[in-house]
């Protein structure tokens, strides 16, 4: 059994106060928000990168860690003041970010299907155009990538590149407000408050995947056109899925990433008999270890999304609305912000009224790179 060090919250207090990072962080609080990606108390955020503030040692930095996922909320507000920022109370935000991030990131498939999560360092503005590789005269994008052979002493021959312009706009925001939990922290019931903050990270995570999810449906910002592939009525049947891989390769992407719905895999994909070779070995292992990280199918990483499932009514049957695709050929997303604790200034009053905002869009790049598979009523 491995034995995590950790470093006591007093001993964190102190260095937040000592470094460099850590003021920083202080000076971030006292304007009323907590930002990991602009400032943190390891020193990586993005604006301490360009300000050069001093990165923490690894030693202290993975003790910190190890503190923030261990130690439960309310021994950070035992060694706060009970009003305003004094004693650990700095350090309430940033354990506040640890729980959120954490249990956000175990329902967040964001970065399972996109090529790349832009980070706000690399997002000047509101919106940020994406240029895209487009094809030319019936190509595939991969024929611009490739080398051209050309002899010894020529020159070498012009690719004739287009472009087709994206823009990832984040205009709009989500989030999540504490004031469901007044009661709680009027009361002190910190255990109960930080497990409703568990449960509202894991919507976030699934918010932000839904956000993916939907626009990798409609893609309406790529390059070229979506594969559709017809489902049964309530039935997604291994035949579809190859289906949809088929169509897929014929445009010369090869498919790596399955997101469907639980109900589709068990129903249906991983019993289905058409294919007995394959439908034995997926069945075995989706009721013997069905969450288990990794699972694949015909190569393809298996991922679960609820939004994937709609009802007609309340007691109709499901239909689901599979995805298949290339990852690294398929989407782009940008996070403006992430996670962004707001509204808070003092350790216990304002935990009611703070707030968690993220801003994040993706957009479609090659469309030919993905496959719908939509069950019919």
């Not at 950790?6 to 304007?31: F, H, L």
């Not at 009003?83 to 954490?102: S, W």
């Not at 997604?236 to 445009?251: G, I, K, Q, W």
């Not at 694949?296 to 309340?314: C, F, I, P, R």
Request: charged letters at 25%; glycine letters at 6%.
């Amino acid at each position: 059994m491995e034995i995590k060090e950790t470093m006591s919250i007093t001993e964190m207090r102190d260095k937040v106060k000592e470094t460099e990072a850590g003021k920083t962080v202080i000076e971030m609080i006292q304007n009323g928000y907590y930002d990991y990606d602009e400032y943190n108390m390891f020193g990586t955020g993005w604006l301490q990168r360009e300000q050069g503030i001093q990165r923490m040692g690894r030693e202290d930095a993975a003790k910190i860690v190890n503190t923030l996922k261990l130690a439960p909320l309310k021994e950070f507000l035992a060694k706060s003041g009970t009003t305003g920022i004094m004693g650990a109370a700095y350090l309430i935000p940033v354990k506040l970010h640890q729980t959120l991030y954490d249990n956000a990131y175990a329902k967040d498939i964001t970065a399972d299907v996109s090529m790349e999560v832009l980070g706000p360092d690399a997002i000047p503005g509101n919106t940020l155009d994406v240029a895209i590789i487009a094809k030319d005269h019936g190509t595939t994008p991969h024929d611009h990538y490739k080398a051209l052979k050309y002899s010894s002493g020529g020159e070498l021959p012009d690719s004739a590149l287009t472009t087709k312009k994206a823009t990832l706009d984040f205009s709009n925001s989500f989030g999540y407000r504490f004031e469901l939990a007044r009661d709680l922290i009027e009361d002190s019931q910190w255990d109960m408050f930080e497990a409703h903050l568990r449960n509202a990270a894991g919507g976030l995570g699934e918010y932000a995947s839904n956000l993916c999810v939907d626009i990798l449906g409609t893609a309406t910002d790529g390059d070229g056109t979506v594969n559709t592939n017809a489902a049964a009525s309530h039935e997604t049947t291994m035949a579809n899925v190859l289906a949809s891989y088929r169509a897929l390769c014929e445009d010369r992407f090869v498919p790596n990433v399955i997101v469907t719905a639980p109900e589709a895999w068990f129903h249906s994909i991983c019993a289905d008999t058409t294919y007995t070779s394959y439908a034995s070995t997926w069945h075995d292992i989706a009721i013997s270890d069905p969450i288990r990280p990794g699972i694949t199918l015909l190569g393809m990483k298996v991922l679960w999304n609820l939004s994937l499932s709609t009802q007609a009514y309340e007691t109709a049957a499901l239909q689901i609305h599979s995805r298949l695709l290339q990852k690294e050929s398929a989407l782009l997303t940008g996070r403006k912000r992430w996670m962004r604790i707001e509204n808070y200034s003092e350790p216990r009053r304002d935990l009611a009224g703070a707030t968690v905002t993220c801003r994040q869009d993706s957009v479609t790049i090659y469309n030919d790179s993905i496959s719908i598979m939509d069950e019919a009523a």
